[in-house]
């Protein structure tokens, strides 16, 4: 079954940067986009950024990461990553990778598969 697992979140403070890794499993990670999502207490889900599946040729962000975050994979170790820098309080939330249905990096309405998360705290 499709399992994927975040690692890599912490406390940071303002102005600080962290990586976030996720490892899959289960199903053929080079034949999907992978995806990154976030939700802060309180609110929705948000989604951040997606890479097409062939390598990262192509990558898509939220208009609120304005080149602060960028987002890699590895075909090769089944890893997906995510290099968050310049960070913001506003960017406090629990950050999951999410599987997503296609070869396309886009935001989608819906994921169907996720993580647990990784808690990101940005603080001083």
């Known amino acids: 079954q499709v399992q994927l697992r975040e690692s890599g979140g912490g406390l940071v403070q303002p102005g600080g940067s962290l990586r976030l890794s996720c490892a899959a499993s289960?199903?053929?990670?080079?034949?999907?986009?992978m995806s990154w999502v976030r939700q802060a207490p309180g609110k929705e889900l948000e989604w951040v950024s997606g890479i097409d599946s062939d390598g990262g040729r192509n990558t898509y962000y939220a208009a609120f990461v304005k080149g602060r975050f960028t987002i890699s994979r590895d075909n090769a170790k089944n890893s997906l990553y995510l290099q968050l820098s310049s960070l913001k309080t506003e960017d406090t939330a629990m950050y999951y990778c999410?599987?997503?249905?296609?070869?396309?990096?886009?935001?989608?309405?819906?994921?169907?598969?996720r993580g647990q998360g990784t808690q990101v705290t940005v603080s001083s």
């Open positions: 289960g199903f053929a990670f080079n034949s999907y986009a």
């Open positions: 999410a599987k997503n249905d296609g070869r396309n990096g886009f935001k989608q309405d819906r994921y169907y598969y």
